[in-house]
């Protein structure tokens, strides 16, 4: 598929298919690229993140005109330890092209009312202060600030690479499930 040009006509939020995968890690690249997304280097390759990655609630924001992936959202394991299997932790990436148009806001809404169906209590993220956007789009998606993580992890590659990063910490917890 190619870049997303445009505005799209209609955006459809669908679950995420193994063909969707390279274009998911392409979307995944040029969050990384800004510096501002991720401490990861690289998108890892479709089997490991994959693997990585609950299959239940993870989704794509498609352009319904040209089937372009404009953006996606998953959900990693806090924990393998039982006690923490209500509690996830999301990854949201728009494609540049599509950024602003209410694409992250879809997939965020499509991700929280599966997870509650699926019975998680407490969606975690973890977001660099400097990405005002998706503090924003976060906290208006029902997200509240936990605390910063002073100088949590190196930074190896982008505009701040060697500068210790912190980390806000944003949780939502469920109305329908758990307390």
């Given at each position: ?38 401490f ?11 693997a ?53 806001r ?34 208006s ?39």
């Amino acid at each position: 598929m190619s870049a997303p040009t445009g505005t799209p006509t209609t955006l459809v939020v669908t679950p995420m298919l193994a063909e969707h995968g390279e274009r998911v890690r392409a979307v995944q690249a040029e969050g990384i690229a800004t510096g501002d997304a991720t401490f990861e280097q690289a998108p890892a390759p479709w089997p490991d993140w994959d693997a990585g990655h609950l299959a239940d609630h993870r989704f794509v924001a498609l352009d319904a005109a040209t089937g372009d992936v404009l953006g996606w959202v998953a959900a990693s394991p806090v924990s393998g330890r039982c006690v923490y299997s209500g509690v996830v932790e999301v990854s949201v990436y728009v494609a540049a092209a599509a950024r602003g148009r209410g694409v992250g806001r879809a997939l965020l809404d499509a991700f929280v009312a599966s997870t509650e169906a699926g019975g998680v209590w407490t969606i975690q993220a973890g977001i660099f202060p400097e990405n005002t956007a998706s503090l924003a789009l976060h906290r208006s998606a029902g997200f509240a600030d936990v605390g910063v993580r002073r100088g949590l992890g190196l930074m190896g590659h982008g505009p701040r690479i060697g500068q210790w990063r912190d980390v806000v910490l944003l949780e939502r917890r469920s109305t329908v499930v758990g307390i």
